[in-house]
DNA sequence: CGACGCTGAGACAACGTTGACTGGGCGAGA
DNA sequence: TCTCGCCCAGTCAACGTTGTCTCAGCGTCG
């Protein structure tokens, strides 16, 4: 809390294309046109136009360009995600913003916090901004509201999640075979009475996941038992005390399926507060930052956000550009990474 | 890659105040005062206005209106950090998300990767969309090139690092204080030899925390040993190899102080690579995620990200509101938190 | 030497909206 | 009954820019 000196605000009042004329001595028109690039302009007026804006600090208004501009682009993207702050969402932000940028094009970020109003806000306000398209992970079910923005020329492409109600574009990760990966792995090692905890089960993410475990299971001749099966949210908290809930019944599972980032966080809490992070195998879905050093490492089926991301902001800008070809959903392929957990083998007797 | 249907695109334009008064048989003026909630329009206008443009799918133009506002705001703030995928710009951005959000204001994200010239070229493409201010973690060591902005009404807040030849507010980590508890920490535990791992001594917050390492083996009369100070970056590889060197040296140090996240996680990666992990110690500056669960915990100097986040959107918007006093640094104070790693024990014979 | 095309710059209107002003209708007070 | 003032909706211009059109000047070719 230090330092200081009269500040200066709002002193003068941002110049124009009119000043930078008038101070030229051109017609606004032609500062139009060099700042546009446009060829047939004089050199030497090139030169004086340039001068005088520079004098004058100026810059180019967008907002009113895009106004009245043919196209009435505004170069400026709209990104609704989960959480800016979660790794997840800042990757995706991150590579969205990177495939803006080669084109001059800004991202401006919302977070919805699995709120379907606060959704449809901020779509709002995306639109009332007249953003150019928009990518969303979308928190509601019903993206219907978002009708009339599709046929007034808006593109829009989901991610993470399809489109409810409304037929979009969409980059979904291979959530259901991933689950399916995740437990013909714990299968393999010899594990018949695998947990599974995972999201709510109205986040259509958890429930494909949570249908890929159901599917494995039963390919596998094993009885589903829902008494291991808990749909807890994303706090780790929850998963803390899913986990500790599960392992203390009389008939405990060998093995845990988590099928979300924090839930799986939290069920490493768990076992380690317990003691049987050797003992009891995982597999999480989703990977995370030094999921590799610990001991045991803990397996996951890692998503690939940046290719995600990436071929949502290619399939936007392909929009953008005139593509009227009709929507699809790509899925992008999720891959298992043995660190330890996951290979822990069953204990007991041997059922193979 | 599935699905599909006809994908209807760019059909009719988005509809105008013009329509919608011309479906309401009212003047353009009063969907104006409609949608601006001016009070003297007759409810049964109003109710006729409102149905209307439902009809039409109407959604107010924000761009335009702010160019006819007088005051020319555009509900929409800038946000420039080092990478939006990186945790602690995160944090950072949502906290600022947040704070906006109550005031009905967007926020458009931008990642610098510490290219002063990408500051430079996004501040601009930032004001040439007239955003009513911008929160700056700076890339470079040189911001005068927002004087005439300033001048001209844009407000700005730096964070993580003050601007450089350029007046203005700022909020900044307590980073030469929370080195010096960091080493303080480290001498306590009888460690005479502690080895500095940090990012490039160019990057300012960088520069601070070696300051304070400094200060703190001076104030100790420790002489200061140029062997085991390493400016290697921002990189884990880097930060790896570093940590290597210094532990093969023939005096190795017995305990190190990483000044930076990744530089963190490089040197823990590096001590277990070792089997070192339990016998030297380590304080790393800035928390990370799972840091309590490695054995041993990482201690750390923790900042506080959220409040550095929410003091500079709040001094923003008060500026925004007309705020002319001084500019001011504020500095967030830092913590020890202490998890096992910093508390081991110097080994060898005792100095005590 | 005159008509013509071309080059380069200006005039004007418009993008979608709102600030400032105008004007019609109506009730109240003289 | 007339006037004054108020209430409410409409007209007009302007925000900063660019698309369209116009026009002056000049070189060229028949």
Redesign the pocket.
């Known amino acids: 809390m230090t330092q200081g000196e009269a500040a200066p605000r709002s002193t003068r ?9 008038a101070l030229a ?9 060099v ?2 690039g446009v ?4 050199p ?3 030169a004086r136009v340039r001068e005088a804006a520079d004098k004058l600090g ?8 895009s ?6 682009r505004t170069a400026t993207i709209g990104m609704l995600v989960e959480d800016a702050a979660n790794p997840f969402s800042a990757v995706l932000t991150r590579t969205v913003e990177n495939v803006a940028r080669e084109r001059g094009v800004l991202v401006l970020v919302g977070s919805l916090d699995e709120d379907p109003e606060r959704e449809r806000e901020l779509a709002r306000a995306l639109v009332d901004r007249r953003v150019d398209g928009l990518v969303i992970v979308p928190a509601g079910r019903d993206q219907s509201y978002l009708i009339n923005e599709q046929h007034t020329g808006t593109c829009m492409v989901f991610v993470d999640r399809e489109a409810g109600l409304l037929d979009a574009d969409a980059v979904v990760s291979e959530n259901r075979q991933g689950a399916i990966t995740a437990v013909n792995h714990l299968l393999k090692a010899g594990h018949r009475r695998i947990a599974y905890l995972g999201d709510r089960a109205s986040i259509p993410t958890a429930a494909q996941r949570f249908d890929g475990y159901r599917h494995a299971l039963e390919v596998a001749h094993i009885e589903y038992d829902d008494e291991i099966v808990r749909h807890v949210g994303s706090s780790e908290e929850a998963a803390i005390a899913a986990t500790e809930q599960v392992l203390a019944l009389s008939d405990p599972p060998t093995a845990l399926f988590t099928s979300q980032n924090f839930v799986t966080i939290g069920a490493v809490r768990a076992l380690r507060a317990m003691g049987l992070q050797d003992s009891v195998a995982q597999v999480g879905f989703d990977d995370f930052p030094l999921a590799d050093i610990l001991s045991p490492g803990i397996s996951v089926i890692a998503q690939d956000v940046e290719q995600v991301g990436r071929t949502a902001a290619e399939m936007l800008f392909r929009r953008l550009d005139g593509d009227e070809s009709p929507t699809r959903t790509v899925t992008v392929p999720t891959r298992l990474i043995e660190r330890g957990s996951g290979e822990i083998p069953a204990e007991g007797p041997c059922h193979d």
């Open positions: 009042s941002r110049p124009t294309m009119r000043e930078v004329a001595g051109v017609a606004i028109k032609t500062v139009s046109r700042f546009n060829p047939t302009v004089d030497a007026i090139v100026y810059r180019p208004n967008l907002t009113a360009s106004l009245r501009r043919g196209d009435g």
